[in-house]
């Protein structure tokens, strides 16, 4: 019960958000199926228990909202390039092996709850059992599309 108060909370806030931003940008919301279908399977094989709430679109990115709060961002043909679980943590399907292998091997009490994929490498943003978070920088240009 608690649990889904919270989640609650999250969605509308990240709504709230988006909604701000897309007012401010002057950009209308869109409906999730214009998002590319790249990005949309990412969402229906990483987040099937949750669904699309909003989704806002610049000149080469999409954001994307999820019911849970959950904030992914794409590039114009679909590829993910940031997801943000908040506090909780992300599914790690995605992730690639050596990056997982590299966090949990130097940090291996902690839980990833966001992920950003850049030219340069990854950063992760981990969450400890007791709540405190960091951020963790990470070079591995083979796994980058």
Same mark, same amino acid.
């Given at each position: 019960?608690?649990?889904?108060?919270?989640?609650?909370?999250?969605?509308?806030?990240?709504?709230?958000?988006?909604?701000?931003?897309?007012?401010?940008?002057?950009?209308?919301?869109?409906?999730?199926?214009?998002l590319?279908?790249?990005?949309?399977?990412?969402v229906?094989? @990483? =987040?099937e228990?949750?669904s *699309?709430?909003? #989704?806002?679109?610049?000149t080469?990115? %999409?954001?994307?909202? /999820?019911?849970?709060?959950?904030?992914?961002?794409?590039?114009?043909?679909?590829?993910?390039?940031?997801?943000?679980?908040?506090?909780?943590?992300?599914?790690?399907?995605?992730?690639?092996?050596s990056?997982?292998?590299?966090?949990?091997? @130097? =940090?291996?009490?902690?839980? *990833?709850?966001? #992920?950003?994929?850049?030219s340069?490498? %990854?950063?992760?943003? /981990?969450?400890?059992?007791?709540?405190?978070?960091?951020?963790?920088?990470?070079?591995?240009?083979?796994?980058?599309?």
């Open positions: 019960m608690k649990t889904s108060i919270i989640n609650k909370f999250f969605a509308m806030a990240a709504l709230c958000l988006v909604s701000s931003t897309v007012s401010f940008a002057g950009n209308p919301p869109l409906p999730a199926e214009q590319p279908a790249k990005a949309q399977a990412f229906q094989d @990483n =987040f228990r949750n *699309i709430v909003a #989704v806002e679109s610049t080469d990115t %999409y954001m994307c909202v /999820l019911n849970d709060g959950t904030i992914i961002d794409f590039n114009k043909n679909g590829s993910w390039s940031n997801v943000d679980c908040n506090k909780n943590s992300i599914p790690l399907n995605f992730v690639p092996r990056l997982l292998q590299y966090v949990y091997g @130097n =940090f291996p009490y902690c839980t *990833i709850n966001k #992920v950003n994929r850049g340069q490498g %990854y950063a992760v943003r /981990l969450q400890t059992e007791e709540g405190k978070a960091c951020t963790v920088n990470v070079r591995f240009l083979s796994d980058l599309e």
